[in-house]
């Protein structure tokens, strides 16, 4: 295994330097959740892959070779930076410097490129954010009906769910700060997780069903998981109140808190990114149901000769589940669980100045024994969720995708959450060229919008297109692509 895994660390290190070729060229401050512009395209092939391991069979391509892919995010209801700080968002030469736009901002202590935050606080606040880099990876189809892949992928993730107002005032503003001393901080389901990780997968799907009416296609993924970092804290009926901004009286509070990665605070967590600190695994299921056509679709005119290339379905309906796994972290972990505990913790803030081992053994101290359980692994269930897609087909060129994200990891158990997310997105396609606009909503209230553009090999989109291009307030702002090598069957023709 050790040099297998030395590949894996090699690989790695190549993703990380193409994320800060990404980053240098890019925007500095991406979203990006799904693809959602593009997950739905026919020509999609591996891509598809992420929505829907189904997808792969029964498709136009023979072979395709995906040779970088990226997507990087963050996303917030809560903190935000006006568009008009675009400029030092793509630019500024002092990002380093993060100017908080809170109670003690002052506008001459301002550096050209400083990147200013403000905030609008609201119930339930969340965040999502993370990488993930497509590797070399490849899709055989073995014949029209069976096809199978190979992928590697880079993943980083980090939520926070379920955030209180006067939490997320706190965290801006500070625990000194008028409005958030002498308040009981009685936290509900609040959550916050991050985890970084190698994967490995092998996918298969088959056509099951072909008749006279409709195609039934079914397919599956197993992955094995490769740990590098992770952590996690959730409430579990946490009763505080912070007193003077400085002594924190905690009554009969419980919660939940584990880590696996560096404890030496001097250390950059950056320098041992690739020790490896867990193993683990995960699969994919989805299914696909297709009507075919009835041949009376209305037609455009052929001006492009594109006819011969079009799929032959009306409308076609899947459902999935993603990441339905865990790994388990056992390297320079320790998990604690506190339960009914009672103190009054003098001089609190201090804590943002200690490194996590000495928190951990600040906590056990103050708390007692009998109200701790400790343990030297934990484990962190992945950001599942169960995905609704349907396509429907105008004519030869035009479509339309509805697709739904709903996560399923429990709220109160060490786990990673992906976004809740409703699509609708319009896309015109040919075999070469397709452009599409998703319309999305996040966790039910946050309306987005997108554009997705593939020519041949190459696809560039957004989620957030207003945001990414300056043109509105930015609480997050998107950018993927990935650029692939692909052969068609010999007709030329998809295999619909």
Request: proline content about 2%; glycine content about 8%.
């Amino acid at each position: 295994m050790s040099t297998f895994y030395q590949i894996l660390k090699s690989f790695s290190r190549i993703i990380q330097s193409c994320v800060i070729i990404l980053l240098f060229f890019g925007s500095r401050f991406l979203n990006a959740q799904n693809h959602l512009g593009s997950l739905s395209d026919n020509y999609g092939g591996l891509n598809n892959l992420q929505i829907n391991p189904a997808s792969i069979c029964y498709q136009p391509y023979k072979f395709d070779v995906n040779i970088i892919g990226i997507e990087a995010y963050i996303n917030n209801n809560n903190y935000y930076t006006k568009a008009s700080n675009t400029i030092n968002l793509l630019f500024g030469s002092n990002l380093n410097k993060l100017v908080l736009n809170n109670s003690k901002f002052e506008k001459n202590s301002m550096n050209k490129g400083d990147l200013i935050l403000n905030a609008d606080i609201k119930a339930n606040g969340y965040a999502f954010g993370g990488l993930t880099i497509n590797g070399p990876s490849f899709l055989i189809s073995i014949n029209k009906k069976q096809a199978f892949s190979f992928s590697v992928n880079y993943r980083s993730a980090f939520n926070i769910t379920q955030l209180s107002a006067l939490t997320s005032t706190m965290l801006f503003e500070g625990p000194s700060y008028n409005e958030v001393r002498n308040r009981k901080y009685d936290f509900t389901n609040s959550k916050f997780s991050f985890a970084n990780w190698i994967e490995t997968g092998l996918s298969y799907a088959q056509v099951v069903i072909n008749n006279n009416k409709y195609v039934h296609r079914f397919g599956g993924g197993l992955k094995v998981l490769w740990g590098l970092n992770a952590g996690y804290i959730y409430d579990n009926g946490f009763d505080g109140t912070n007193t003077n901004g400085r002594d924190l009286i905690l009554n009969n509070g419980g919660f939940n808190y584990a880590y696996s990665g560096p404890f030496n605070s001097k250390k950059s967590v950056a320098s041992d990114l690739n020790e490896l600190r867990g193993i683990g695994s995960s699969i994919d299921l989805g299914y696909i149901i297709q009507k075919k056509s009835n041949n009376n679709l209305i037609a455009c005119p052929d001006i492009f000769k594109i006819n011969e290339e079009t799929s032959n379905y009306k409308w076609k309906a899947g459902v999935s589940i993603l990441d339905l796994g865990a790994l388990n972290f056992y390297n320079s972990a320790f998990s604690t669980s506190v339960s009914n505990a009672s103190l009054n913790w003098q001089n609190y803030d201090t804590i943002f100045t200690q490194n996590l081992y000495s928190i951990d053994s600040t906590l056990k101290s103050y708390i007692g024994s009998n109200l701790v359980k400790s343990s030297s692994n934990f484990w962190m269930i992945l950001p599942s969720a169960v995905s609704l897609q349907f396509d429907y087909k105008f004519n030869n060129i035009l479509f339309l995708n509805a697709t739904l994200l709903q996560r399923i990891t429990p709220a109160k158990v060490g786990s990673l959450s992906r976004m809740n997310t409703l699509s609708l997105s319009p896309r015109f396609e040919t075999k070469a060229f397709s452009i599409a606009f998703p319309f999305s909503v996040i966790e039910y209230k946050d309306i987005n919008f997108g554009a997705a553009i593939r020519y041949k090999y190459l696809t560039l989109g957004s989620d957030r297109i207003m945001e990414t291009l300056g043109l509105q307030t930015i609480y997050g702002a998107n950018l993927y692509l990935s650029f692939k090598f692909n052969i068609l069957n010999k007709s030329g023709k998809s295999s619909f």
